[in-house]
């Protein structure tokens, strides 16, 4: 008995190989079908530890895993390296790049979002976004080159905007990548340089709105912006950019010369949303039913941050990994029921609360209506990820390396590896 | 009382950050001068293992450490991040990229060779060397795509082409190249693919003369080759590679079809040797006094891949790690010896032997006249390597990467970062 005979002609597309993408895959092991994962990377990543390969904490192998290893005991579901382009929802069929097309019986699109400038995106080169590897090797980069422009360069001013560093955004990872610079640059590059003190070093965070992690309590906010402050990190609020060019950043009227912009403000959804054909919000996020399929097509379900939902509370589902990943097995579970003629369910969100760190061993935490701050928030978030980490990347390789990171700062992330580092419009 | 004063005004510049480079930089820490290194890269590599990052064995940064970690504690050596462009031996001063001028009062040039394609730079795109980080993600990139080209195409000639692997040259990094590429696709790739059947990877060496492994023992050759065969490796002799095109390869009449193509056949030293204005080989490499200075020019040292020296047998000595580290050293220590009024030296290679692995648990070695094989070879090989490394990376990791990537053929190293993979000009 062949596995096509076996499992009938169903077949089940997950489009996108992220947490909501990757969750539903497996929880499809067990359903009567043939599953195709399409993803335009060959690897699932561990997102919400991408700040610390964009600030030469971990290299990317340490939070990349290939998709084909975490499915390989799924027999019955091929993954296919693509884009996929648009979806036919008439046809039952996803196009990919390449003019290839994938027909469907049952359809998860979990494309995700990425990072937007407000229609200014002539933004996007001068100051970077992070939501994939390449984005954070980006960032990596841009933000190794300014160290080595201010100790090449023999001009007072032009050193102190290389070493100046603005991030626009005040969310989790606006915060993050504020806490983490500071440190790494006192502490991992103390003796590399001879022509300046690291310590001239300024980060600059932007938040437009009156608080930085708006989504948090006050009281935490508060304390965040302290704890940054204690780093040496300037913390601005509201302040809305108006301009970034490549030498400077105006706020307002206020001109601030840097080399270097991180952009941490907003997201889009994946354009893909819209092909669909159904409502989307602002953001592109498509307006999906309480059991997250689109309305007027109970075979099509969109989940992550593509997908617009809201919980119990009537509030909308925050656009993280924990929600991602529990739509996508939700979206799973829905596709399973209707293989087994049943009804679907509504999804329903469990908050497992809020994390973020901030440097190197402080963190801020909201759980479950506790609060916790400093070291012990920091703990306790290094332990909800190494939890996570398991079965992606091994815990024990996974602890060494961030013992090795944590407490000597050292080397092998801090590579420059783009041949083309002449082609960024520097001087350098 | 300064730096500057305590040791006058004497500049030496080294120009590389490779093992000459690198080595002559450590050993000017105690010289009475102050030091510039300039390097095109922030890193230090160990080339002996970029096959094991070009197969997904390692990662780059597993064998990188940035140059001004290694260099940190020489508060009198400072690094340069930039392309030198030509040397004007008459003014003293190297120039680099973007016109800046570096002068100097003694001059150690180790800018090492490029792979060089006998006359065909077109082939350069379509089959790629092993020179840098670069190189070693570029060929990773193609050899993990092609597999997946093979899963996703519909057309049987077309995935049996993307499941051929060439490689062109039969030296120790073809051999290498050649010895793991089947068996990380055996091994890490075994439940990956659902629609071919791994064990149909062809993996074939070519090379142009009558034996792999020419500077070895012609029965050292043997036995490499027939241990690349238990492999399943098709080791070609006398194949001479008379064009290369982007679905085949030709050898004579033959066509051999194959979407992959590594080249590892040939080097040419790096350009900056022939803007010294002295003789130079057939490769380019710089025909070096006895100790290791030019013609001319007691103030100018050449060394590592970029010389060109006999030892005391009075053969040239060979392009490899070794004997760039033991010239660099050399070359600083002459440095040394004319800033303390003496006379320089004579520079002597001792051999430490060849090694080269095949596979994950084979090697060839050939040591002080002793002959090894097989598996000692290869602990052999392991120690020497181990021993190596330490100071650049910490060992204990180190080992606990190797050990995982050996004995469990995971994961982390199989990721494909650069985004424009459809720019490959491949159908995918």
Redesign the interface.
């Known amino acids: 008995m062949s596995a096509a005979t076996r499992l009938g002609d169903t077949r089940v597309v997950v489009v996108g190989g992220g947490f909501a993408g990757l969750y539903a895959a497996r929880a499809l092991r067990t359903a009567p079908a043939q599953v195709t994962v399409v993803d335009r ?3 699932h990543l561990f997102q919400p530890l991408l700040y610390q390969v964009a600030t030469a904490v971990l ?4 939070i ?3 998709l ?2 975490l499915l ?2 799924q ?1 019955d ?7 996929a382009t648009s979806v036919d929802t008439t046809r039952r069929t996803v196009q990919l ?2 003019g ?1 097309e994938l027909p469907y019986d049952y359809l998860i699109l979990a494309t995700g979002a990425r990072h937007s400038y407000f229609g200014k995106p002539e933004w996007e080169s001068l100051a970077p976004g992070l939501k ?3 984005d954070a ?1 980006e960032m990596r980069r841009r933000w ?2 300014a160290f ?1 422009e201010a ?2 360069t023999d001009d007072p001013e032009d050193r102190r905007a290389a070493l100046t560093f603005v991030i626009v955004g005040g969310g989790p990872t606006g915060v993050e990548l504020a806490g983490m610079l500071p440190e790494v640059a006192r502490f991992s ?1 103390r ?5 300046f003190d690291i310590d001239q070093t300024r980060v600059i965070l932007l938040e437009g709105g009156p608080r930085i992690l708006a989504t948090y309590p006050p009281d935490l906010s508060a304390r965040a912006q302290r704890d940054l402050e204690s780093l040496g990190v300037e913390v601005r609020t509201g302040a809305y950019v108006t301009g970034i060019e490549r030498d400077h950043v105006c706020v307002g009227a206020e001109r601030i010369p840097t080399k270097t912009v991180f952009w941490a403000a907003g997201n889009e959804a994946s354009p893909l949303g819209r092909s669909l054909g159904v409502p989307v919000d602002r953001t592109g996020r498509v307006l999906v039913e309480p059991d997250l399929s689109i309305p007027g097509h109970p075979e099509v379900f969109v989940c992550g941050d593509l997908a617009a939902v809201k919980n119990s509370a009537g509030s909308w589902v925050p656009a993280v990994a924990p929600a991602a990943l529990q739509m996508g097995k939700w979206a799973a579970r829905n596709v399973k029921r209707l293989l087994a003629g049943e009804q679907t369910q509504p999804f329903h969100y469990r908050n497992k609360g809020d994390l973020a760190t901030i440097g190197r061993h402080r963190g801020i935490a909201y759980v479950g209506g506790v609060k916790l701050t400093g070291p012990l928030a920091w703990l306790f978030w290094l332990f909800v990820h190494i939890m996570y980490l398991a079965g992606f ?2 815990r ?2 996974v602890l ?2 961030w013992a ?1 990171a944590y407490f000597t700062y ?10 083309d580092w ?1 082609g960024t419009g520097r ?2």
């Open positions: 990377q060959n690897h290299s990317p192998a340490d990349a895993s290939p084909r290893w390989r005991r027999r579901t091929s993954i296919l390296l693509g884009e790049d390449g290839q994939d590897l390449d090797r190794l080159l080595e100790e090449r590059m003796d590399d340089f001879r022509r990347r091994n024990l390789l060494v390396e090795f050292q080397r092998g992330a801090r590579i420059i590896t783009d041949r002449e001087s350098l």
